[in-house]
Each structure stands twice: as C-alpha cells, then as structure tokens.
C-alpha cells in the first residue's frame, strides 16, 4: 500500500507540472493585454511577482500607488490602474465623490496624483463613488459629477482617466452608490469627458446584474478597464464558477477594445501563481 501511495503522489506531482508546462509555454495570442491586482498576492513580494508576470506575457501589475511603480519599471511593466490616492481617509470606496464636502481635499489629492500618473506613464487613476449612507441615487450622481467635472480639464491636460470603478452592494461593499452599470453610464454623460471612465468588474456586475455580455456590447464606449472573478466566491475564474470568461473576453476583444484586462480573483489553490496563469490562459482569446 506504501509503494501504490508513493506512485500516486508521483503520478500527482507529474501531472501539477505538466499543467504548469501547458499554461508557461502557450504564447498569448496578443489580442488583448494583460495584468494582476497585486492585493490578491498578498505572500508573494512585488518583485517576485513582476518576475513571474512577465513571463506569464503581464504587461501590468495594478492598483498600486507611486512608491511601487518604479519597481514595475524596472521590471518593464506598467501600472494599468492606480490605487486611489487617500487623504485624511477619503478617496476609498466608502467616502469619495457623492459627498460636497469632500470634494475640496478630493480635488487637492486628485490634482496632485494626476500629474504624477502622466509623468509615469500610467493613463488609468481609479476612483469611487462612496456609500450612499442615506443619500438617494439621484443626488449622489449630481454630486459625483460636480466634484469630477472640476478635475476634467487638468485630466485632459495630461490625458488621463478618471475611472470609477463599479462595485456589488449586495455581497462584498454593503451601500455603496456605483453599483449599476447605468448609473455609472449616466455619470460619464454627465461629467461629458472622454477622460471619465468606467472600471467595469465582471465579478461584481454578475452579482449586481448579470446579463455581462450584452452589457459589454451596449456599454463598452464608457468602459477603460475590466476586471475579473469567479462568481460565487471571487476565486479561480475556470469551470468550478458559473461564468464562460472565454466567452466573455471575446465579446470585449470584439468592441475593439485596446486596455488590460485584470485578474483580480483570490486564488484558493495552494500554488497561487499557477491559478493566476491559468486566469491568463482562460482570457488570452
């Protein structure tokens, strides 16, 4: 019995590495461009994951601020989104733009993150609405469009994006006031800039909406940047969820898109980095 568990441990081992192989030595067909939030490696340090991104056909490590992105330089990467800059806690998903009396530090902030992003070649700063807190819809997006209208000219100047991003409040950001792809849309109309955009989070939209593709293909003008999930859960984005992201990466590919696409699941399996190969074979169509 000793010998047969022996045999079966090899027969597993063999089998893990041959699947690394197959995923490693696939090239990327090149149609879309590729990157990782770096929060969901949490173990694994910066440099070890560009490292690792880079050969995997990365181009991007995200949500980082301006102390991390010399390193993804030294590494020939790109920042493709900005973490939010954050002042006296504000900028976060839970207190942003929908509040009037943010809106004087949020523009300080913003208007010094901006220039910094140009200057490094990053295009994408991310942003929030913030929660509700008893706010009704109609006034939240006024508000968010009054405070980020007065930050359009200087993000035209160094033609960079605002992209707010579009979260579930349902499961994982209870209240929070961007949790429909309309009222983001309506926002981008409002603020009336080809520099405010979308981040449009698969994972998320599916719990809030469903309905992904047709969303995509009617929306896609206002989307900068996509993110991925396995729904339920947020993990691996491969058969043990209930999205078909080949499916769903063709449909973006198909609008002409030329951004990145993120993984952005929090990987269950023990070899975090083989789940986030995997992420990248599943959406390189």
Not at 68 to 73: V, Y
Not at 96 to 105: G, L, Q, T, Y
Not at 121 to 138: A, K, P
Not at 206 to 220: F, K, L, S, W, Y
Request: charged share 25%; hydrophobic share 40%.
């Amino acid at each position: 019995m000793a010998g047969m568990s022996s045999r079966r441990s090899v027969l597993i081992a063999a089998a893990a590495q041959s699947l690394s192989q197959r995923l490693t030595a696939a090239p990327l067909k090149g149609n879309i461009r590729h990157s990782v939030c770096k929060w969901c490696y949490p173990k694994v340090s910066l440099d070890d994951l560009c490292k690792a991104g880079k050969e995997m056909g990365l181009g991007s490590i995200e949500l980082l601020g301006p102390d991390d992105w010399p390193t993804l330089k030294k590494h020939g990467l790109t920042c493709a989104m900005t973490t939010a800059p954050n002042i006296e806690g504000l900028g976060g998903i839970t207190k942003a733009f929908n509040r009037v009396e943010h809106h004087d530090k949020l523009f300080s902030v913003y208007s010094d993150w901006i220039p910094k992003a140009a200057a490094a070649g990053i295009e994408n700063i991310i942003c929030f609405s913030g929660n509700r807190d008893g706010l009704d819809d109609e006034k939240g997006l006024a508000n968010c469009a009054l405070g980020i209208k007065r930050l359009m000219p200087l993000a035209e100047k160094h033609k960079v994006n605002l992209v707010m991003e579009l979260l579930n409040s349902k499961v994982n950001h209870k209240d929070y006031q961007c949790d429909h792809t309309a009222w983001g849309v309506e926002l981008c109309q409002r603020v009336g800039s080809e520099r405010m955009k979308l981040l449009y989070d698969i994972y998320h939209m599916q719990i809030m909406e469903g309905d992904v593709i047709a969303t995509i293909r009617a929306n896609h003008t206002y989307f900068a940047h996509y993110h991925t999930g396995g729904v339920p859960g947020r993990n691996e984005i491969d058969a043990s969820q209930e999205l078909h992201y080949p499916a769903i990466v063709k449909a973006i590919v198909d609008t002409g898109f030329k951004g990145f696409i993120a993984q952005e699941f929090i990987p269950k399996r023990p070899d975090v980095l083989d789940s986030l190969r995997q992420g990248v074979t599943i959406c390189d169509v």
